[in-house]
């Protein structure tokens, strides 16, 4: 059975702050993907990794970076948390390498950030 | 005009009623498609892959409507533990695109 786990299932921060959030995957999967969820708005990605030390950005990659160092760890940095990065926050991974979009995504449990 | 789109309800149906709601995207060479199911507080989980031909997996039936540019969910049969936020899912270029959800709630 997949598991992906995040490091908090809730976090409070200050503006200005430097955050982050960790996800581990113990099914050796080749992909790995942040994205935050808001109401109203679909899942967004932030970014992903299709193997160690690779990144690509997202959609929404502004005011974020991301690190993988170990394949089964993909971790966000939030360099200065702002108000607006107030939102919950989804790590997945998925198993093939390269495009293996069509793929399963497989979710942690999410955290819920929320910046003062 | 969002790429994908969904009516995001809540759709209020009783126990053992059937019922269906659609998902519409805007990029026609769109290859894949995904409905995942996501609890209240909780994460999204696979519920079932579209397919051209249709697919069904037990009381879910799932629909591809390439003219009109839509997918549907069908659900016969509902039992209060079907109640969640069903999030349509579509292939991009070279990402997933992820609508934002329909609520389904199921009243005994």
């Known amino acids: 059975d997949v598991k992906v786990t995040q490091s908090s299932r809730y976090l409070v921060k200050r503006t200005g702050e430097k955050v982050f959030l960790e996800c581990v995957q113990d099914?050796?999967?080749?992909?790995m993907f942040w994205y935050r969820q808001d109401p109203g708005l679909g899942l967004r990605l932030i970014y992903f990794?299709?193997?160690?030390?690779?990144?690509e950005k997202g959609d929404i990659p502004e005011g974020y970076s991301v690190s993988r160092e170990k394949k089964e760890r993909f971790s966000l940095i939030l360099e200065s948390a702002s108000t607006n990065q107030t939102s919950m926050y989804l790590c997945?991974?998925?198993?093939?390498?390269?495009?293996?979009?069509?793929?399963?995504?497989?979710f942690g449990p999410g955290t819920r950030l929320l910046v003062l | 005009r969002k790429e994908v789109e969904q009516d995001p309800g809540p759709f209020n149906v009783p126990e053992g009623a059937t019922v269906a709601f659609n998902c519409t995207y805007s990029?026609?060479?769109?290859?894949?498609f995904f409905w995942y199911r996501q609890d209240c507080r909780k994460e999204p989980k696979l519920l079932m892959s579209?397919?051209?031909?249709?697919n069904e997996d037990g009381r879910f039936t799932a629909q591809l409507n390439r003219a009109s540019q839509y997918i549907s969910l069908l659900i016969r049969d509902s039992k209060l533990s079907d109640s969640a936020t069903y999030l349509c899912?579509?292939?991009?270029?070279?990402?997933?695109?992820w609508g934002a959800g329909t609520k389904l709630i199921i009243k005994p």
């Open positions: 579209v397919y051209s031909s249709g």
């Open positions: 099914m050796d999967h080749e992909n």
């Open positions: 997945a991974s998925s198993l093939y390498r390269g495009q293996g979009l069509e793929e399963t995504q497989y």
């Open positions: 990794s299709y193997d160690v030390k690779m990144k």
């Open positions: 990029n026609s060479a769109s290859q894949s």
């Open positions: 899912v579509v292939k991009g270029n070279y990402q997933l695109i």
